[in-house]
Antibody
Framework: QLQLQESGPGLVKPSETLSLTCTVS??????????WGWIRQPPGKGLEWIGS???????YYNPSLKSRVTISVDTSKNQFSLKLSSVTAADTAVYYC???????????WGQGTLVTVSS | DIQLTQSPSFLSASVGDRVTITCRAS??????LAWYQQKPGKAPKLLIY???TLQSGVPSRFSGSGSGTEFTLTISSLQPEDFATYYC??????????FGPGTKVDIK
């Protein structure tokens, strides 16, 4: 059974860089069929797609966040990572990692991790 | 950019009710639409893809329909475990995509 698990600091200071890692188990991140992505959800609000990455390193980002986002992949560790720079309180959210399946939908999700931006 | 709207944003219903949620796209997206269910404190769960195809393991009381700009998610007989927030997602802009704002289904 495929599992995804987010990890990283739960508190980040304003203007600093948010860094999270998603570890994939029960399957290979190097499968040619899938993309891997990050989605966030501010408290009490809806879902926002951040970006996606293919095992080869090809990336696609939400245009509204593109200037601050970097997503990378480490196939040797079966992990992919998110960096979001110059954070503000508006970046406080639960961050989810997910697999984008062959139908294009997000068919496996991590449990999510709350990241609070505060001094 | 393709924008999605959902209606209603909130609905109150009873167990056994038939519930319909609508998702509208700002431009045609063929059948490139999915539906997710999210319960408090949990990650979203995929219910339907390609507008009307039920994801494996999802109860048959859930169904989806529509194409182009208007889509519906129907729960034929609402069960206690169905009280949640439902989101639509468009995949027409692949590899970019967007979510709708959500519809919360609450107990009457």
């Amino acid at each position: 059974q495929l599992q995804l698990q987010e990890s990283g600091p739960g508190l980040v200071k304003p203007s600093e860089t948010l860094s999270l890692t998603c570890t994939v188990s029960g399957g290979s991140i190097s499968s040619s069929s899938y993309y891997w992505g990050w989605i966030r959800q501010p408290p009490g609000k809806g879902l926002e797609w951040i970006g996606s990455i293919y095992y080869s390193g090809s990336t696609y980002y939400n245009p509204s966040l593109k200037s601050r986002v970097t997503i990378s992949v480490d196939t040797s560790k079966n992990q992919f990572s998110l960096k979001l720079s110059s954070v503000t309180a508006a970046d406080t959210a639960v961050y989810y990692c997910a697999r984008r399946g062959i139908t294009g939908t997000l068919d496996y999700w991590g449990q999510g991790t709350l990241v609070t931006v505060s001094s | 950019d393709i924008q999605l709207t959902q209606s209603p944003s909130f609905l109150s219903a009873s167990v056994g009710d038939r519930v319909t949620i609508t998702c509208r796209a700002s431009q045609g997206i063929s059948s490139y639409l999915a539906w997710y269910q999210q319960k408090p404190g949990k990650a979203p769960k995929l219910l339907i893809y390609a507008a009307s195809t039920l994801q494996s393991g999802v109860p048959s009381r859930f169904s989806g329909s529509g194409s182009g700009t208007e889509f519906t998610l129907t729960i034929s007989s609402l069960q206690p475990e169905d009280f949640a927030t439902y989101y639509c997602q468009q995949l027409n802009s692949y590899p970019l995509f967007t979510f709708g704002p959500g519809t919360k289904v609450d107990i009457k």
